[in-house]
């Protein structure tokens, strides 16, 4: 099992930053990568078990099922059903936590999955660095003042 | 029920941040509120259940229990047992994340606590602010000075480096690998952080270059620079890399172009470069001693460094004279021991202060005219009673952060202050401007200057060995530890719970 963390601070509070990525249709509004996403089966977006399928901006097509989302403790997790990545058991969680020392929010982006051993590094590298820590960069400058 | 939730970020590695707040005793190093702190009955600092008793600044005496201490998650929470205050079911909680973007952590403390309903908002205000918020503002302070505090304070290495020539250093310590013929057992720090960091492996040992001799390790001595240099507060050691500068042992293999050693020889050294946790290394002979047979190992790697720093501290940095009044802090650790002795031998009144009634007996023993317990009493104050308010006329202080201000005091006028360590964290910034006062001198000695040639270090080195035969200094039977439990060393060593010295034994 191969394991990606990546955080950032955000410069707003967390209920702020939680408006805007606990909808799970939303990608293509904050995710510099993302093309254009729809919810399957007209689904609400904030519905456990619901589809995501979105489009990324150098074609490839990504199937993503949400599979907890909590107002409560700001998270949501899903598990990817088909992308061009080829992994396996990828379960991903994105959190924010308040930090009261400023306003600010701590975003954590994880993500677990299982690979061919010779592909890990370069995994690693494209979900934490390419998908995660650009989107929480992209995030950071959304709200940046 | 309350709760109570503070975060921050703070500008600096998460491991660096964790390093200071897993040591449940060491919150009297940063926290402001926090005057002394022992943990109870010697359990280590970091064991769960261990009990830490501490006391505020105010003159307030609490007891916090660890329930729980998770380095894979950095977290660790404690409840109180007993407070001046009503903070009842009082149960706290602190955890630290890495931010992967800038190197910094995130750090939440937590907490949950019943007040009585009149005093509500004012323990909350207090938890929040008084404790939480000001905690935040310590450490930030503490790694601020770490880095950018004096240059002297933080890279004293490149002066202490000696002459020993770069191929010896072990920096990249070379893991053994297949088809190695030689490799020794040694402890490795492969990252900077706790005492967790120091591994017991098997690594590569090449034969000793022309220059070099092998020696095969007896006795290998514990000194606070170790603690230093597995935490990266001093650079130098380089991970990853083996600590230690203190050891005795067997001269096993000698390089071609080596005069004056042969094989089997006793020898023993204190000085740079760092590998002394190891069953055998390579050193260039420069700054090795040969030991006589009236010197035993044990005695010499539990004494040889501090004896050469007591030798320095007593003679060269400031030459103590009959009738002086000499101040001696943290006086029954290692080189606390020998300064008392020794500074008793050349005529001095000899004022120690220790932590506790344990340690007052031991320093007593020692022939300490007076001894203050510092956790019970100011020992500034003491100073000017005992002396009818003329004061010291030099105090030797390793102590550093808890001491320094409370040491300028206690000087008389034209008093020497001798600061020659920070076991409670650095000193920070000064006005000179004051010392003007009392017309006072500071001395920050480096052990390096007086010590990395052979002509500078043989003289302290007779003089040391002189003392120890004529009796004049004791070095008591040290705390022993297999090299393997080189952690658990590290542990007692920091926990302060110690007196004397402390040695790890390579097992043969």
Known sequence: MTKVYVSSVIPAPAAEVWKLVRNFNALPSWAPFVAECRIEQNAQADQIGCIRNFTLKDGGRIRERLLALSDYDLSCSY???????????????????????GNLTLAEWQAEFDCAPDREAALMHQIGHGVFQTALTALKHRFGR | MVKVCQSTIIDAPVDEVWAILRDFNGHDRWHPAIAFSEIEGGEPVDAVGSVRHFRLNDGGELREQLLALSDKDRRLSYCLLEAPLPLMGYVASLRLKPVTDGNATFWEWRSEFQPPAHRRDELVRLVTEGIYQAGFAAVRNLLRRRSVGSPVETRPPHAMVGPTPLASMPRAVSMAAPGQAATTRAIVVERYGGPEELQFKEIGLPPPAPNEVRIRHTVIGVNFIDVYCRTGFFDLLQPPGVPGMEAAGIIE??????????????????????GAYSERRNMAPELLVHLSDDIADEIAAAGLLKGVSASFLLHDVHAVKPGDIVLIHAAAGGIGQLLVQWARHLGATVIATVSSDDKARVVERLGAHHVIVYSRENFAD????????????????AVGNDTFAGSLAALAVRGHLVSFGQASGPIGNWDIGRFASKSLTISRPNYGHYTDTPEKLAPHVA?????????????????????????????????????GALVLLPKP
Do not use: K
Not at chain 2, 382 to 397: C, P, S
Not at chain 2, 470 to 495: C, F, I, K, M, W
């Open chain 2, 463 to 499: 003089r040391f060995f002189q003392a120890l035969r004529q009796g004049v200094v004791r070095v008591e039977a040290p705390t022993r530890y297999t090299l393997a439990n080189a952690a658990d060393a590290h542990r007692d060593l920091e926990s302060r719970r110690t007196t």
């Open chain 1, 79 to 101: 598990a990817i059903l088909e992308s061009p990545m080829a992994v396996e058991n990828y379960i991903a969680t994105l959190s924010l936590t308040p930090i009261t020392d």
């Open chain 2, 382 to 397: 003491a100073v000017m009673r005992l002396t009818g308010g003329r004061g010291a006329d030099v105090a030797y202080d």
């Open chain 2, 253 to 274: 293999a000698v390089g071609s172009a080596v005069s004056g050693f042969s094989i089997g020889d006793r020898v023993a050294y204190a000085c740079p470069p760092v």
